[in-house]
């Protein structure tokens, strides 16, 4: 099994910056893929970042040019950070992990954190 922990939320100011964490632990030697997804008041989730094990990364085009998503593979750990923040930011970001295990007939399965709330205002 794997286990997502987010950290780093809180307030910040319109334009201001961010960075949130997530360290995963358990099972991890399975993991591919990681990301961040997000769920603002009244909305659907959707895709923020992700970034495979060999660092590619994809981004929602809401934060194109303004988040940036990195991993450190030896930690265990994926970073967002989050630069030039609008109130539309404002949303529950959630840790995601896509682990494969190989031995298993190729399984897949998707990991996803508790949450971590960040609110953009001033």
């Known amino acids: 099994q794997v286990h997502l922990v987010e950290s780093g939320g809180g307030l910040v100011q319109p334009g201001g910056s961010l960075r949130v964490s997530c360290a995963a632990s358990g099972s991890t030697f399975s993991i591919t ?11 659907e989730r959707e895709l923020v970042a992700t970034i495979t094990r060999g660092g590619s990364t994809k981004y929602g085009d809401s934060v194109k040019g303004r988040f940036t998503i990195s991993r450190d593979n030896a930690k265990n750990t994926v970073y967002l950070q989050m630069n030039s923040m609008k109130p539309e930011d ?19 399965n998707d990991h996803w954190g ?3 709330q960040v609110t953009v205002s001033s």
């Open 90 to 108: 404002t949303a529950v970001y959630y840790c995601h992990a896509r682990s494969v295990v190989v031995a298993a007939d190729w399984d897949v």
């Open 114 to 116: 508790q949450g971590t």
């Open 33 to 43: 893929d990681m990301g961040w997804y997000r769920q603002g008041p009244g909305k």
